[in-house]
């Protein structure tokens, strides 16, 4: 990874200690796709949204607005013809890389950022 990419990890559940830019074969690298967000309250698409895949809709688990997910969400049919849902989709770890141009002081160093969800409810 060059010092010129920007990278926000998204772990919903079941990411505990797993540290930044360290290797791993259960992070989905989603490089070649910018992110699908909901129009309504701008959240990743993540494993708990769900997903009418005849329709391609998918709700967000956040605001709760349906939201037409793109055309590469959905995979090809595999042999029993569904199709095969996107790593960003059933992955509890999602890696987005991002190029971002380099500042007249030199290129930008890396920016960890720790989001804690107040939203849950109190059993």
């Given amino acids: 990874m060059s010092p010129s990419d920007t990278v926000a990890y998204i772990s919903p559940k079941g990411g505990g200690g797993r540290q930044p830019h360290k290797e791993e074969d259960s992070i989905s690298d989603t490089t070649t796709l ?20 005849a329709t391609g809709i998918w709700t967000c688990p956040l605001c709760g607005e ?4 793109p055309p590469h969400m959905f995979g ?8 095969q849902m996107s790593l960003a989709m059933v992955s509890p770890l999602v890696e987005y890389r991002q190029k971002i141009s380099n500042t007249p002081r030199g290129p930008s ?3 960890y950022v720790f989001v804690l969800d107040g939203n849950l409810p109190t059993t």
């Fill in 34 to 53: 910018p992110p699908v967000l909901c129009l309504t309250c701008l959240s990743y698409i993540n494993l708990y949204a769900t997903f009418e895949e």
């Fill in 66 to 69: 349906r939201n037409v997910a």
């Fill in 76 to 83: 090809a049919p595999r042999n029993n013809g569904q199709s």
């Fill in 109 to 111: 160093s890396s920016c």
